[in-house]
């Protein structure tokens, strides 16, 4: 894979995403965009990788959309620039996505952190969505995600007044799955996913499905979306090698089969 806003890498089962427009706080153009979703769509196509992490600099994760490249977009140009499409591609991924958060993620760059499963951020990490001083609002997600992480009423405070939420906060209201120092905060996160690299990898993804299934669905069709994800499990040689290592009392030797 060759890019020119991103740079890629593979750490054993890990793949990694970098936003690399530093000159611009990694504000997000039509180029890095679709180099974003190429390169998590490559990743989640290859066999050897399990989890991706998906990060920016110590300074910015991303200040969201460049506002300069949208400026003078009509209503016309912002639905068939393919952005809509590009960000819905996200949601397809099957592998588990963490997002290690450092420094502003912004509009576009917090709504990306929320289409991850996870966020690990570094202490100087700072969440917000700041569309309302330039005259839109979110567009890629974070109204709906907000509100359901957080409740209505800060998500509302979010949206509408431009609050900014810290790393201890994202913490405490439950955006960010932990904070660590910002020296080393990208090898935290790495650390994490290579944790979740070598649990059962269909059943990680079957996990990940269920768990969405939570945010798009009533209970019942949750509960249904479980079931068909928990069944099929019982049809794979890493559930019989899971629970017989359980029984001989060794670790489990995964497959992904
Ligand atoms: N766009 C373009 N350039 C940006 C930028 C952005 N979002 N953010 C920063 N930059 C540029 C600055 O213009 C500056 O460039 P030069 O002047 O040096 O050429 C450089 O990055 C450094 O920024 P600052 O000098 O401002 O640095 P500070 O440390 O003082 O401030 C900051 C950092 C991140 C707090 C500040 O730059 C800032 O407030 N940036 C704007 C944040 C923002 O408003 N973000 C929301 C953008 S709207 C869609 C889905 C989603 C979206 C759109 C469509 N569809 C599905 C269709 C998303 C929209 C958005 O995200």
Known sequence: MSFTTILTEVKGKVGIVKLNRTQAMN????????????????????????????????????????IKEMAESSAVDMLTQGHVEAWDRIRAVRKPVIAAVSGWAL????????????????????????????????????????????????????VINNRTLNAAEALQFGLANRVVPVDG?????????????????????????????????????????EKRNFYPLFSTEDQKEGMKAFIEKRQPNWKGR
């Open 185 to 225: 905060y990208l090898e935290a996160a790495i650390a994490f996913a290579e944790e979740i690299a070598e649990r059962a990898p269909l059943a990680v993804r079957m996990a990940k499905d269920s768990v969405n299934a939570a945010f798009e669905t009533s209970l019942t069709e949750g509960l249904k979306a």
């Open 107 to 158: 509009g576009g760059g917090c709504e990306l952190a929320l289409s991850c499963d996870m966020i690990v951020a570094s202490e100087s990490a700072k969440f917000g969505q700041p569309e309302i001083t330039i005259g839109v609002i979110p567009g890629a997600g974070g109204t709906q995600r907000l509100a359901r992480l957080l409740g209505k009423h800060l998500a509302m405070e979010m």
């Open 27 to 66: 504000a997000f153009n039509a180029v890095m965009l679709k180099e974003l979703f190429d390169a998590l769509k490559a990743f989640d196509k290859d066999e050897r990788i399990r989890v991706l992490v998906v990060t920016g600099n110590e300074k910015a994760f991303a200040a969201g959309a460049d």
